[in-house]
């Protein structure tokens, strides 16, 4: 009875060593390279406004030319109305630009803006680029997409 | 104890052997997901064209299949589109650069799946498949002909079919017999001594001849290869029989596809491109005229008076968003060409815009060795691909064409 117990104490014995060979592993393992950052809302580079961008009907498709909306509030969190909008970006990994133009197309009040012609047509890492001006002076802010 | 060992190392090998050595692919689920993504069965159907009424009118694909094969459409009488575009060779012709009347700077494109495209020729000179099939007629170097000879042709010869889809054909007694903006510079004085309203009545009829050729061309789609067939084998479970197997070269060639040789970057989709333009170093060709690629294809589609701005689009201009957002400067675009689609390419060598290259393999070699290009940046970076890797790629492009 007494050498059961024993091969039981044993085997748990093996099973916290492999937690722990496991966990050591894991934990001095390099961290896989932080991924862009992929908020789809954040403060612009100087904090003038609170910018948001998703895509105007649901999901990102690749190959498809999409609308998206960027809605721009103050840092108190008033809409921002008549901002003046500039659209570039690219696949910083692939030393290339975007293969469409897109640009702020229509003001849908409250603050948002429609983004037409927005186009992914690779998978990777994407970036927009947005310059803001308005009323409360001007600003940038870069969104992350990745396929 | 020697026995023991023996017998665990024999059973270690055949478990090994049973994992990875009977031909069983090893893909992983990513992979599995791109294989997926490049397989006809999810080519969506094709989209209504809104910008051509009579896109999907069978009377109009009718009289565009008689055009499409019909010699009469050209200056001498013995050139049409099928001149180029073979209809038993994927609709292209084998050669380096096409020949119609003169000799051309550009290889002939495949048609399969050309009505998918937002883009027409390699440098994206047109934006729809109407206002492309108009631009050979007139080529002097194609079927070189001239809008007002083509509308006389068409009420000669036509009149009765065209009538029935387009409506009354305008009155043309006045029409110079030759007269075009592009031609000679006699036809070219004919066309500008026309009255406005004549040029717009020979300029309906010239973009209805296209709208029919359009017409007929959506018919014309990519066929099921042997990789569809393994990529649907492999997305249900089921075990590729028959063709549908690759070898095991094979299948290294495809994990090089979507993996390190980045092909899959560009040449993604079930038609294999991304639709778009791209520099990736091919040479010029000593002998022919300067190309510069798409930077000059976007000024010719602004300046096209087809384009989807023009009075001869149907529909409204939602439909125009890829001109009205396409990149219209920038190095990107120079010598920038079309990412072509991969289906059937095996079989139909040469390759690249000005068929640069006689072979697949030395297509890959030019993406393994990424060589710097004369204007603008390539965007291919070196591979310093093996000669079993780069075999084993062309093996895989060749499952395209089976």
Redesign the interface.
Known sequence: MASIWRYILAGLGLAALLVGIVAAVYLTLPQSAPGPDLSRSKKTANGLFLASFEPERGAVR??E?QSWLLTLKTAAGAPVEGAAITVSGGMPQ??????????ATDYLGEGRYRI??V?F????WWQLHFGISAAAGSDSVVFNVVL | MRHIVGIAGLLALAALALVGGCGEPQFSDAEKKIIASLALNTLPSLKPDTTNRYADVPAAAALGSTLFFDVGMSRDGTLSCSTCHKIDRQFQDDLPQAVGVGHTNRRTMPLAGVARNPWFFWDGRRDSLWAQALTPLENPLEQAGNRAAFAHYIKKRFGERYERIFGPLPDLSTVPANAGPLGTDVEKAAWNAMPSGQQEDVNRVFANIGKAIAAFERSIEPEQTRFDRFAIDLATGAKPEGDAAFSPEEIVGLKLFIGKANCVTCHNGSRFTDNSFHNTGVPPIDGLPPDRGRVDGVAQVEADPFNCFGKFRDGDESACRELRFMVKDGPQIVRAYKTPSLRGAASRPPYMHAGQFATLDEVVAHYSKAPIAVEGVSEVHPLDLSDRERAALVAFLKTLSD
């Not at chain 1, 692939?94 to 640009?103: A, E, V």
């Not at chain 1, 047509?121 to 990777?124: A, D, F, N, P, Y």
Request: charged content about 15%; aromatic content about 0%.
């Open positions: 690749q190959g030319l692939h030393d290339h630009g975007l293969p469409t133009s897109p640009q037409d012609g186009k047509t690779m998978s990777g």
